[in-house]
């Protein structure tokens, strides 16, 4: 955090973003802690966008009575707030004034559902992946093997589809193959080994698992 701190304050014209990611891991060190905070507090006057992201809140707030964890969520310009079990609802509301309604919401919230809050303004809100994005965060085997399965069709798809249009083009005595349009580009053999590797990995975690 000192190396980052020293990276945001060297030239405040260069936009830049800072994501710290479990924070609740840094929330127990007290030198962290106070560094997240000033980072939490400055970063924005220094052209830095910082995006926070945790979860065991309760053990945030335990650490200095929350003393840390209400500093860098009450200087967080946006909050966005997913499903909480109860304790940990209870335990944002200690920082955020909460409806009855909204914390209920909390606690029901599925995966992709959250409560944003930027400023006065509080919606809620639904977080939809593509397929690339479930591919990369959802890595189970099934799912890894649907996309792959779905890639494979996209790809004899378009190769059937150059193909009828270079016989056309030869039987309609054009003596060359017809230019490819963008939509007949076939992906590389790169991007179908990473997605077999990535297949083959989530089902050997999965194997190794069982």
Same mark, same amino acid.
């Given at each position: 955090?000192? %190396?980052?701190?020293?990276?945001?304050?060297?030239?405040?014209? !260069?936009?830049?973003?800072?994501?710290?990611?479990?924070?609740?891991?840094?929330? %127990?060190?007290?030198?962290?802690?106070?560094?997240?905070?000033?980072?939490?507090?400055?970063?924005?006057?220094?052209?830095?966008?910082?995006?926070?992201?945790? !979860? !065991?809140? #309760?053990?945030? @707030?335990?650490?200095?009575?929350?003393? =840390?964890?209400?500093?860098?969520?009450? #200087?967080?310009?946006?909050?966005?707030?997913?499903?909480?079990?109860?304790?940990?609802?209870?335990?944002?509301?200690?920082?955020?004034?909460? *409806?009855?309604?909204?914390?209920?919401?909390?606690? !029901?919230?599925?995966?992709?559902?959250?409560? @944003?809050?930027?400023? *006065?303004?509080?919606?809620?809100?639904?977080?939809?992946?593509?397929?690339?994005?479930?591919?990369?965060?959802?890595?189970?085997?099934? *799912?890894?093997?649907?996309? =792959?399965?779905?890639?494979?069709?996209?790809?004899?798809?378009?190769?059937? #589809?150059?193909?009828?249009?270079?016989?056309?083009?030869?039987?309609?005595? %054009?003596?060359?193959?017809?230019?490819?349009?963008?939509?007949?580009?076939?992906?590389? @053999?790169?991007?179908?080994?990473?997605?077999?590797?990535?297949?083959?990995?989530?089902?050997?975690?999965?194997?190794?698992?069982?």
């Amino acid at each position: 955090l000192e %190396f980052t701190w020293d990276k945001i304050k060297s030239d405040k014209t !260069q936009k830049k973003m800072l994501i710290i990611d479990e924070w609740w891991r840094m929330a %127990f060190d007290e030198l962290a802690a106070q560094r997240s905070m000033k980072i939490a507090r400055l970063s924005r006057a220094l052209g830095c966008a910082t995006i926070i992201a945790t !979860q !065991q809140m #309760n053990d945030v @707030m335990a650490f200095e009575n929350g003393k =840390y964890g209400k500093a860098v969520i009450n #200087n967080c310009a946006t909050k966005i707030i997913m499903g909480l079990e109860d304790e940990e609802a209870k335990s944002i509301r200690k920082i955020i004034d909460l *409806t009855e309604t909204e914390l209920s919401r909390i606690k !029901q919230y599925s995966p992709g559902s959250a409560l @944003m809050i930027a400023g *006065t303004t509080r919606i809620s809100i639904r977080f939809t992946p593509t397929d690339t994005e479930k591919l990369l965060v959802f890595n189970d085997d099934e *799912t890894l093997k649907r996309y =792959y399965e779905k890639q494979q069709k996209e790809l004899m798809k378009r190769e059937k #589809n150059a193909a009828e249009k270079n016989v056309k083009s030869a039987e309609e005595g %054009f003596g060359s193959a017809a230019p490819l349009d963008v939509d007949d580009l076939i992906p590389t @053999m790169d991007d179908d080994e990473f997605l077999r590797k990535l297949y083959n990995e989530a089902k050997n975690k999965k194997d190794t698992e069982k």
